[in-house]
């Protein structure tokens, strides 16, 4: 298992992104859900690849200020100008905005987690938006995907 068997399993996932209209978040986390609710067959792969992937030690083997993280793939062809990341969190995180918007994906590893109040599953953020990532409540692994992998942090 590996980032390769991980990209091979978000390709129906970036089909999807690449049709999204990210200023309308809202619309955009109906569309994710119904494509891929957090009970259906893809999601439930995908749990599975990053939590083993974090077990491995291939995914989320960085680590700072109590978040660990790890990068997936760049923005390229093959993710339909997505970048990918994965990050294990608790607590806040470090204040970023999103120039072009922000999806993720989100599974919670303890009952009560909640990503910015959001149960796990699918979380959109608009064009422009900005936010201090917060998981309240336990602890969540996220993929998270950006359009041509924009995004300003906190300096």
């Not at 660990?68 to 100008?81: D, N, Y």
Request: aromatic share 10%.
């Amino acid at each position: 298992m590996g980032t390769q068997e991980l990209l091979r399993a978000l390709e129906p996932v970036f089909d999807v992104l690449a049709g999204l209209d990210l200023s309308r978040p809202d619309e955009a986390r109906e569309r994710l859900a119904a494509a891929f609710p957090p009970d259906g067959e893809v999601v439930r792969r995908l749990r599975a690849l990053v939590q083993a992937g974090v077990a491995e030690g291939w995914l989320c083997d960085r680590e700072a200020g109590g978040a660990r993280f790890s990068r997936v793939a760049k923005p390229g062809e093959a993710t339909r100008g997505f970048s990918v990341d994965a990050v294990e969190l608790s607590g806040p995180g470090v204040w970023h905005r999103h120039p072009a918007g922000e999806v993720n994906l989100c599974f919670a590893l303890d009952p009560e987690a909640a990503f910015d109040g959001f149960a796990e599953g699918w979380v959109v953020f608009g064009e422009g938006s900005d936010h201090v990532p917060t998981v309240s409540g336990g602890r969540m692994l996220l993929l998270y995907f950006l359009p041509g992998g924009r995004i300003d942090w906190k300096r």
